[in-house]
């Protein structure tokens, strides 16, 4: 590297070395002359110089300092030191030539960075006093929600929400969700709203956090089944008219019973089978909630299917199949009445599904799975078929690639339902 860029490179080092001193000079005379001589001289901070001098910073003492041009340096306002100079003597002070401007640049700029180094350091020290871990945070949402009172005032009312909607946010990670769980967050929290809490807008935000924790998480699904939570939301979707009460049970219900065979056999046996049943027949509960009812009794069914297939060449799974093989879910469907309970909802309201085609693709998936637990009434039924076929046309007119698809469901689906010859019982 050339000895200039080296210098150069040393000079923006010690800049900020300088400031302090520079700093101290900041007192001295501002508005004086300065008289240049052959001599270096210092320049007082703030004082004006005469253009075509020799400037440099020396670095000994860390301030500017100017001097009339030697002869072999007129020409030019930035000169590098001479080659003869090199080998001057040690007790002269080392130092580097700038022009004014660079130098007030550079000063400006390592203040600045200075200044902005303080801030970040403040706000780093800020953020590390009020940092808390996810555990830290569930624990004391936790407590937070112990210390509420039994009657809350409408502000605390707004406090219990908030502190619902940061757990469902949190619990989503398994870990946090077995924190929240071995802290006592079933027992002191979600349970006491599900079953005594008045409060809708509380219950659905308490099935919001259930179903967030027990998602994809066998050992949550274990404590929710314990603490007898399967039982209680078959209760809330029975008896509930609220749409959106509805629809947080189904999210949790899903979420306690999907791919755990154990709680599909001890809730869809006794309340569980009934209340999907009960969603499908009633007059109050939305589209949107009866296709969430449908699509989960559908996965189930599926899942069992899935789970026995596999079995077959995984000999290892016996234990598993065994469970499975316990289940007897379509034959609780028949008996609750669901065959005819989905071929009514969608001859009254198909015309309501025309505007909502993901809807209609969540019925016609449902229909699919459960065609062979329903074919010997649904091929028979001509609202079934009318309500189907008029939806098809509707949608295969449409110029919305997404309609498009669906009535391709949709003319496969009719086609096997309604294309074949009678069933007859035998």
């Known amino acids: 590297m050339h000895a200039k860029q080296v210098l150069v490179c040393l000079a923006s080092v010690l800049v900020l070395g300088s400031l302090q001193v520079i700093a101290a000079s900041e007192t001295e005379n501002k508005t004086g002359e300065f008289v240049a001589t052959k001599e270096w001289q210092v320049i007082a901070e703030g004082q004006a110089i005469p253009k075509g001098l020799h400037v440099r910073i020396n670095l000994q003492t860390g ?7 030697d002869e072999n ?7 590098s030191q001479p080659e003869d100079q090199k080998d001057q003597d040690e007790n002269e002070p080392l130092a580097l030539d700038f022009k004014p401007d660079i130098i007030e640049e550079s000063i400006r700029r390592v203040k600045e960075k200075k200044k902005s180094y303080a801030e970040l350091r403040k ?12 555990g830290e945070l569930i624990i004391q949402l936790i407590d937070q929600y112990r210390n509420f009172s039994k009657t809350p005032l409408e502000s605390e009312m707004r406090s219990k929400l908030d502190c619902l909607e940061n757990l469902e946010y949190l619990l989503h990670q398994i870990d946090n969700a077995l924190m929240f769980i071995d802290n006592g967050g079933l027992d002191d929290v979600l349970l006491p709203i599900v079953v005594n809490d008045t409060n809708i807008s509380l219950r659905v935000s308490a099935m919001r956090v259930l179903g967030s924790l027990a998602s994809n998480n066998p050992k949550a699904q274990i404590k929710v089944f314990e603490k007898n939570f399967g039982s209680h939301l078959a209760q ?3 008896s509930s008219g609220n749409a959106g009460e509805i629809s947080a049970a189904l999210h949790a219900f899903g979420a306690l019973l999907r791919k755990f065979p154990l709680a599909q056999q001890r809730v869809l ?17 939305e589209l949107r909630s009866k296709a969430k009812a449908v699509t989960l009794i559908s996965d189930l069914v599926l899942e069992k299917r899935s789970v026995l297939e596999a079995s077959k060449d995984a000999p290892e799974a016996a234990s598993t199949m065994a469970q499975y093989v316990l289940l007897e879910f379509e034959p609780w469907l028949q ?4 065959c005819p309970a989905l071929d009514s909802v969608l001859a009254k309201d198909f015309l309501h599904l025309l505007e909502q085609p993901e809807v209609v693709e969540q019925f016609a998936t449902a229909l699919d799975t459960t065609q062979d637990l329903c074919i010997a009434s649904w091929s028979q039924s001509s609202s079934l078929r009318h309500a189907l076929l008029t939806i098809r046309n509707r949608y295969a007119n449409s110029k919305d690639e997404y309609r498009l698809e669906v009535s391709q469901v949709l003319s496969k689906l009719c086609e096997r339902l309604f294309n074949k010859p009678k069933h007859t019982e035998l």
């Open 269 to 285: 046996s006794t309340s569980g089978t009934q209340a999907l049943i009960k969603v499908l027949r009633s007059p109050e509960v």
């Open 236 to 238: 809330i979707l029975t």
């Open 123 to 134: 706000a780093y020290k800020e953020f590390q006093k009020n940092f808390r871990t996810d």
């Open 73 to 79: 340096e007129r020409g030019t306002a930035l000169q």
């Open 63 to 69: 301030l500017k300092e100017a001097k009339l041009l």
């Open 335 to 338: 008996s609750q009445g669901y």
